[in-house]
């Protein structure tokens, strides 16, 4: 494998392995204790804080729009009670806004039937009656944000007065701005009128009008009472929509707290699934856990798997509580992830557990279980834990929230399955030593016994199973795993076949053009609407409020703060070119919809001087006059201007331009970019600010935060995989692996309709974790392969770790499949997020890795002829004897018979790594692992003995030389075979004698019926046809092979061959 540096490795074998044996012994407290804590942590959803302030969540912590808002409140805080001015408020507030179009679908409203129900519902709002739980009441008018003592109006339904006129043709509308001839005020009609068709400054047609209405937000009380209207309004005009109140007119409602009541029902569409996604993954699990061994099948042990997933969910979102961490919506998606992750680990422990020696005790196989599982588990529970920690220093609160839940939870999850599965595990394992049904628990027999007694079909199908201790190596009770032996056989031959290779590449570099496209075509923001439900009233208004109320959207605040003296030409001149470099960029409308208090005094000054008769040369005489003639309070520019205390100087001042003609999050992004780079090319201190650029500073930040947390995340999972599995061409590959899906997830996404914003953040976050999992195995797998054949590494790392890769991908697609069906844009983009990387990260692991480990991996580019050569000698000699030697052995160490050295021939024997660090299918317990192996060959002092004794009494032992056996050769071993025979036809019809029985199962050959610790004739051999590894250090009698190819693994390094 290269340059290794193993310590990690090994303090995690060493430590589990104790732990193991901890659990194995005491399973009891492993099992209570996490149950306790679960409990204990529960304690904490009493103080949970639901935050659902879409402002907070979805804007940065430092944004720039942020800063600006700062600016604008501390010189110009908004008064709601008494100088309320829509187009100058910082923030959104309290209010209710409506959308009418009208009900017939004609395309113009100014008619006389629609005023009227426009009267009608302004009167309706205006009288709701709101109920505090106080039992305190008001309407509209007693809260209602006021202008020099009145409250807030919508002016433009005075032209019911002139309606009629307008609608005979007898009167036109001037846009933009007309006094109304009746009232004599002056009606702004892009405020109201969405989608005019206009015709030389005439409006002949207006398909959409809105209506606003303001209540007061100066303090906490006033914002309570507030949303409290808000709540009325929506109920009430929602009544009035859905009854067909009104004939003509269809009304869309939105209120400041819309979006908070979209995130409350987000989170409730989800929590029905929570009871439907346990029972299919628990169902997924126990079907995936069964074996049609009764004894070894563990389906309690797949739903306690799913149990512990949920425990330590549920105990980790209690103790991010007791933290003070504030609970969102956006959490509840981590529970389906965490069940898919916790099913994960069990199949991994599950199939370590399966790989021990049913032969050991309950501890010793708990330790080698967590020992071998140990690297694999722990590696995904780090990657996807530093993965979430990376996005805790995202600038977006809702991903750090969801972060922090969803790292405590991994790491929960991680203990929980140490502690509670592994007691569980231990339970399981004394049931199955005492060869217990894995459902009622009584004792069965093992399969071959039933054949043997003779048992009913039923017994022998759904009873039997385990294995029988006189006889633990029947290949009756040890069968091996037919999906693993398909993917090792057919799926390694698919994969190995060169055009089957050219075909995965060839889709490979498909997959990369589709992703390249995907990425250029990436929108970026989060669209208000997809926060909302699909069938939420809100969405209608969106829709409404994109299709008619682009031409003039946003009503922007230019701020200048500092002292300047405004009466100097020069400030004056610096102010009018920063006004018009604003109105002249694409995005800003002419100086007719601009409102300067500058601009317009110095221009009212100048016309009327003669009769004036002022003069504003001077600071004095400036601040005198403006105040004078032009900053009366009834006056909105009296707004614009903040003097300082002695009130002789102008510390702040501001304008007001007007945006035009923006579409699209994109659009928006490049807007605030374009004016912010505008102001800052004057020497003045001038910032542009509008209430939703808080929001928009997302659309600037989300791509270059989203490329350095991928880039981060990236570097760190392949150090991490380094660490775990020192091999530095497997982290390369590991590397290559996670940039590949990342590629793939970013540009497929954007296929799929899903927008680069702070919950597609999340996901990317949460997809550097999971991309590691099945791509570092893959990898591993492969360099660690002892077999020198590329076809041959494809093989052995596909039987390692095919059926697990499988098994966790549809476990973590079925945990998350619920949130598809919760009718939410947030909840649908964690599915098609985590499908997509769990999918490509599967396909790279069982196809493109082996396909390009086995082109460009380790023995690619390496000629084998000791290959050919020992073909040649196979042609000849087609069946040569494969004969242990005891004083063969690596390095030139040769057994004395006194001792064996823990290098020796024993060790060799099934020596080999877990090629899939402990992710490795269902499969049998043929094989133990390597600590049992030495330590069953170190104590079994009299199998050696008589292993020793068996060679010294052949005709190979005795020669004189460590290579050159002594007395003549046969050659082809004729002779050997037939006394061989001869001697195995004798020990065994004796001993069927002595027990008078008469073997009656077809697929032995002649197995002798008697235990291994038991008395055996002397130099006999005890001969099985069987799979299991386990026979390996054991005395073996002289087997053929039909292939050289075992020359070339470890395990017979120690044989002599013969041809």
């Avoid at 016994?449 to 079909?457: D, H, L, P, Q």
């Avoid at 939703?692 to 880039?711: A, G, I, K």
Wanted: net charge neutral; with cysteine.
């Amino acid at each position: 494998m290269g340059c290794k540096l193993t310590f990690v490795d090994d303090i995690l074998n060493k430590s589990f392995y104790k732990l193991g044996l901890i659990v194995g012994k005491q399973p009891g407290y492993f099992i209570i204790i996490p149950i306790l804590l679960t409990l204990l942590f529960v304690t904490g959803y009493q103080r949970v804080h639901y935050e659902m302030d879409p402002e907070y969540l979805f804007s940065p912590v430092s944004g720039q729009g942020k800063l600006e808002r700062r600016i604008v409140e501390e010189h110009f805080k908004v008064n709601y009670s008494h100088r309320f001015n829509v187009g100058r408020i910082t923030r959104a507030g309290r209010f209710g806004r409506v959308i009418i179009v009208a009900k017939d679908n004609n395309t113009n409203i100014l008619r006389t039937e629609v005023w009227k129900e426009l009267r009608q519902l302004d009167e309706l709002v205006q009288n709701i009656t709101v109920n505090l739980p106080n039992g305190e009441t008001f309407t509209y008018r007693e809260e209602c944000a006021r202008w020099e003592g009145q409250c807030f109006v919508n002016d433009i339904l005075n032209l019911d007065k002139i309606i009629g006129e307008v609608e005979r043709g007898e009167l036109n509308l001037t846009f933009p701005i007309m006094f109304n001839p009746v009232t004599w005020e002056a009606h702004a009609f892009p405020v109201y009128f969405g989608g005019a068709k206009v015709v030389d400054d005439i409006i002949i047609t207006v398909p959409a009008v809105q209506l606003v209405w303001f209540v007061r937000t100066d303090n906490k009380l006033q914002e309570q009472r507030g949303a409290a209207w808000e709540d009325a309004f929506l109920d009430a005009v929602g009544v009035a929509e859905d009854t067909g109140r009104f004939k003509h007119i269809s009304i869309a409602r939105f209120a400041s707290r819309t979006l908070d009541h979209e995130l409350e029902k987000n989170t409730r569409t989800v929590i029905p699934f929570f009871s439907s996604t346990f029972i299919l993954m628990g169902i997924f699990s126990i079907v995936t856990c069964m074996m049609g061994d009764w004894v070894r099948s563990k389906p309690w042990l797949g739903l306690l798997g799913n149990i512990s997933a949920v425990m330590a969910t549920t105990a980790a979102f209690g103790c991010a509580i007791y933290l003070g961490i504030s609970f969102i919506g956006i959490n509840l998606a981590a529970p389906f992830l965490m069940i898919g992750i916790g099913i994960d680990d069990t199949f991994v422990m599950l199939a370590a557990w399966r790989r021990t020696s049913p032969k050991l005790p309950v501890p010793e196989r708990m330790a080698i279980m967590l020992s071998e599982a140990a690297v694999s588990i722990t590696i995904t529970s780090v990657t996807d834990m530093l993965s979430f920690f990376i996005g805790i220093f995202s600038p977006f609160p809702s991903v750090q929230i969801f972060c922090m839940y969803s790292g405590l939870a991994v790491c929960f999850t991680f203990v929980w399955h140490l502690t509670f599965f592994a007691g569980c595990v231990a339970v399981s394992g004394y049931r199955e030593k005492n060869n217990r049904h894995t459902i009622t628990w009584l004792k069965v027999l093992p399969e071959s016994r039933a054949r043997k007694e003779e048992k009913s079909w039923f017994y022998r199908i759904f009873c039997s199973g385990g294995i029988d201790h006189a006889d633990p190596d029947n290949p009756i009770d040890n069968k091996e795993h037919c999906i693993m032996a398909f993917f090792r056989t057919t799926m390694a031959d698919l994969l190995n076949n060169p055009l089957v290779k050219t075909l995965v590449i060839i889709v490979f570099i498909c997959y990369l053009a589709g992703a390249g496209y995907g990425v250029t075509n990436l929108k970026e923001g989060l669209e208000r609407r997809k926060l909302s439900k699909i069938d939420s009233y809100s969405v209608e208004f969106f829709d409404r409020e994109d299709l008619y109320y682009r031409e003039f959207p946003y009503r922007i605040q230019v701020v200048i703060s500092g002292n300047y003296n405004y009466s100097d030409p020069k400030i004056q001149d610096e102010v009018e070119i920063l006004t018009q470099k604003l109105e002249n960029t694409s995005y800003i409308s002419n100086s007719l919809y601009t409102e300067s208090w500058l601009r317009t005094f110095i221009n009212y000054v100048s016309r009327n001087n003669d009769y004036l008769n002022v003069t504003i040369d001077n600071e004095a005489d400036f601040i005198h006059n403006l105040k004078e003639l032009w900053l009366f309070p009834a006056n909105p520019f009296s707004l614009d201007v903040k003097f300082n205390d002695a009130g002789d100087q102008i510390v702040a001042s501001r304008f007001l331009i007007q945006a035009i003609n923006i579409s699209g999050t994109n659009h928006e992004k490049e807007m605030v970019k374009a004016l912010r780079e505008v102001v800052a090319t004057t020497w003045l201190n001038a910032s542009v600010f509008h209430p939703y650029f808080v929001f928009f500073d997302q659309f600037e930040l989300v791509r270059p935060t989203s490329l350095q947390n991928l880039c981060y995340g990236a570097l760190m999972m392949m150090i991490t995989s380094f660490i775990f599995i020192p091999n530095i061409l497997c982290s390369l590959w590991v590397a290559f692996s996670i940039v590949s899906i990342e590629i793939g997830v970013v540009g497929y996404m954007a296929l799929w309709d899903i927008n680069l914003d702070s919950i597609s953040m999340i996901n990317l976050i949460m997809c550097i974790g999971f991309s590691v999992d099945f791509t570092a195995h893959i990898c591993y797998a492969y360099m660690a392969s002892k077999a020198k054949s590329p076809n041959d590494r494809v093989s052995e790392c596909l039987y390692s770790l095919g059926l697990p890769i499988v098994q966790g991908s549809f476990s973590t697609i079925l945990g998350v499949v619920a949130l598809l069906l919760a009718d939410s844009y947030i909840f649908s983009v964690f599915f098609k997020m985590v499908f997509m990387v769990i999918f490509f990260g599967a396909m790279h692991g069982l196809f493109l890795l082996p396909v390009l480990l086995s082109l460009f991996g380790p023995g690619s580019c390496t000629k084998r002829d000791d290959d050919i050569k020992m073909s040649n000698v196979d042609k000849i000699f087609p069946h040569p004897y494969c004969i242990p030697h005891p004083q063969l052995m690596l390095n030139d160490q040769i057994f004395n018979g006194k001792n064996i050295s823990p290098n020796g021939v024993y060790k060799i024997y099934g020596d080999d790594k877990d090629l899939g660090i402990g992710t490795s299918g269902e499969d049998t317990s043929e094989s133990s692992s390597n600590q049992s192996q030495r330590r069953q060959i170190g104590e079994d002092e009299n199998t050696r003995k008589k292993y020793e004794d068996g060679w010294k009494r052949s005709n190979y032992s005795q020669s004189t030389s460590q290579f050159q056996p002594s007395g003549e050769l046969d050659l082809y071993g004729h002779d050997m075979d037939r006394n061989w025979q001869r001697q195995r036809y004798e020990n065994n019809r004796r001993v069927f004698d002595n027990k008078k029985a008469a073997h009656r199962d077809d697929d032995f050959v002649m197995t002798r019926k008697t235990s291994d610790a038991g008395p055996r004739p002397e130099g006999a051999y005890r001969v099985t046809r069987t799979h299991s590894h386990h026979n390996l250090h054991k005395p073996r009698a002289p087997r053929r092979t039909n292939s050289h190819h075992n020359l070339e693994h470890l395990d017979y390094v120690a044989e002599m061959r013969f041809p």
